[in-house]
Nanobody, 128 residues
């Protein structure tokens, strides 16, 4: 059974850091693209970052470039999102998702519609 479980969210002050984890089970996550998305109240879900299944090529939303970093631990079947210099605008529920439609994609995309399986989300709040 495919399952994605996010963890690592919490309350942090502006300028602080958090590392989110996405633990995958039921499939080998390194064969598929994994994405991180976020959704703030009253807003649509948006792509934050993704990592491909081949050479770990990554992509980032413009709003997080230079501040967020995505990585993968194959042994733990886990994908991480390291977030630095957090801003109040980063406050949202963060979700990870897997694109299991095609294995070994060369590139990943930040379109939520391309992802088949989703975790339950973890809340990130950036506030004084």
């Amino acid at each position: 059974q495919v399952q994605l479980v996010e963890s690592g969210g919490g309350l942090v002050q502006p300028g602080g850091s958090l590392r989110l984890s996405c633990a995958a089970s039921g499939f080998a996550s390194d064969y598929y693209a994994i994405g991180w998305f976020r959704q703030a109240p009253g807003q649509e879900r948006e792509g934050v970052s993704c990592i491909s299944s081949r050479d770990d090529t990554a992509d980032y939303a413009d709003s997080v470039k230079g501040r967020f970093s995505i990585s993968r631990d194959i042994a733990k079947n886990t994908v991480y999102l390291q977030m630095y210099s957090l801003e109040p605008e980063d406050t949202a529920v963060y979700y990870c998702a897997a694109d299991l439609a095609i294995a070994m994609r060369r590139l990943c995309v930040l379109d939520p519609g391309e992802y088949d399986y989703w975790g339950q989300g973890t809340q990130v709040t950036v506030s004084i």
